[in-house]
Nanobody, 117 residues
Framework: QVQLVESGGGLVQAGGSLRLSCAAS????????MGWYRQAPGKQRDLVAT???????NYVDSVKGRFTISRDNAKNTVYLQMNSLKPEDTAVYYC???????????WGQGTQVTVSS
């Protein structure tokens, strides 16, 4: 089993910044992909960004240029630096990890990000 624990969410004004962290523990497989997703009230959970152990990165268009995903492989931790936050970024943010090429994943419990206008 793999456990994921997110931290760093909170309330911020529009234009502000937050940094999310997600630490993975347990039987972590390799190679893997770690990612951030978000779910706004009444909406489906959507991809924000993913990063492989080798550093290949993918972002959804709406966060490009504002968010930066990174990871520390030694600590099995993934980060999401969020700058220039907008009210539409308000959501519960979840991290996950999956084996490279697999569809199933382990998920964290989520952390709330609220951006006020």
């Amino acid at each position: 089993q793999v456990q994921l624990v997110e931290s760093g969410g909170g309330l911020v004004q529009a234009g502000g910044s937050l940094r999310l962290s997600c630490a993975a523990s347990g039987r972590i497989f390799s190679p893997n992909v770690m990612g951030w997703y978000r779910q706004a009230p009444g909406k489906q959970r959507d991809l924000v960004a993913t990063i492989t152990g080798g550093g290949s990165i993918n972002y959804v268009d709406s966060v490009k240029g504002r968010f930066t995903i990174s990871r520390d492989n030694a600590k099995n931790t993934v980060y999401l630096q969020m700058n220039s936050l907008k009210p539409e970024d308000t959501a519960v943010y979840y991290c996950n990890v999956r084996r490279l090429g697999a569809s199933s994943a382990y998920w964290g419990q989520g952390t709330q990000v609220t951006v006020s206008s």
